[in-house]
């Protein structure tokens, strides 16, 4: 990884904020605090893991305190949202099993520690920079944040990440994008109005029998006829 490149170098998250305002952000989307992911919400989707029988449950790591949180992102110029922090500091993810899968809080989706979503947001800023520089510098897309923004935080991945916006203030909710190179709308436009959303929407996929777990065959079933097309990109 190249230091040189400003975007990578990792600068203050204030020299790239993305041309949003935070209030106009929530304006747009209706986004309040009443929408914070809580410890009730994270219980439930404990407890259908719980019912599922998921190899995840034997993997969960304790928590990450929240300074130790801001201490660990601070390199890449960015302060987490609290729900975000609310997300590590309940369990800092899942310890690798024998299979990729067995640490999948639903199917295909990871539950990455910090340490390591901190990893593919590097990650993704680097693809973001490398597909930016193949574009003629006329077109918006030779801009890296046009791929990735500096204010994006990846939570987990499939096909893709979701990534939390850390350029909403703290203490309010943060919406779930879906960056994909063949998908502008993922980009451009939120999937959900909060992490609160997208942990209701998993729970609730249990819930509904869009996600079954088979523990005796350790395979997931994964109704997508039950799915409400708005959510198949996060669920």
Known sequence: MSTGDPFLGIPPLT???????????????????????????????????????????????????????????????????????????????GDVGPLASDRYLGPGFEFLPLAEAIERCVWWRQLAVETARDIDSTDAASDPHFWWRASWFPVTERNGALACDCSVAADTPTPIYCPDSHDVVGRTEPGTRSLRQLVAWWAEAFDTGVWKYDAESRQWNYQWELLDPIRARLV
């Open 15 to 93: 020299e790239y904020r993305h041309p949003n305002p935070d209030q106009e952000l929530q304006r747009q989307h209706g986004l309040t605090g009443d929408e914070l992911l809580d410890a009730d919400l994270l219980r439930k989707l404990e407890s259908r893991w719980r019912d599922h029988h998921l190899p995840l449950l034997d993997k969960l790591r304790p928590g990450v305190s929240e300074d130790r949180i801001d201490a660990l992102t601070a390199p890449l110029g960015l302060q987490l949202p609290l729900e975000a922090k609310r997300w590590w500091g309940w369990h800092d993810g």
